[in-house]
């Protein structure tokens, strides 16, 4: 005995009807992911480099190769920019920028010899801001 009413003519069968539910559901959950906000630089992996890596004082001084790098990754909002090189790695800089007069500090790792720059990230706890 057939506890469940047959579909009406031309209507869907009840599988199809789940099946399309279940997409629907897990399409839900995909857009919701995608939809997350970004997180803060605070809290952002990878971690902010170790201080030992960068050694020795802020520098000034125009670098062209490193504006350039910062401009080609479309970092514009950088008024007040400090950096230091690494120790080994010939190219590779950690770069503090300030777009409020050095109240707010945010770092980037930038590679002049491949162009590549990531971040930004916090600043990095165990190094003294720029003065």
């Not at 031309?10 to 995909?30: Q, S």
């Not at 190219?91 to 300030?98: A, D, E, H, I, P």
Request: contains cysteine.
């Amino acid at each position: 005995m057939n506890t469940l009413p047959e579909p009406e003519k031309g209507g869907l069968p009840m599988g199809k009807i789940r099946a399309v539910a279940i997409l629907l559901a897990i399409a839900a959950v995909v857009v919701s992911i995608m939809r997350e906000e970004p997180q803060s630089a605070t809290s952002r992996a990878p971690k902010p480099p170790v201080a030992a890596d960068f050694e020795g004082n802020w520098r000034r001084a125009t670098n062209t190769d490193l504006s350039r790098t910062m401009a080609l990754a479309r970092i514009d909002d950088c008024p007040d920019l400090a950096y230091r090189a690494h120790k080994t790695s010939q190219g590779q800089f950690l770069v503090y920028c300030s777009s409020d007069g050095g109240r707010r500090w945010v770092s980037w790792l930038v590679w002049t010899g491949t162009q590549k720059v990531l971040g930004p990230f916090a600043p990095d706890p165990l190094l003294p801001v720029p003065l």
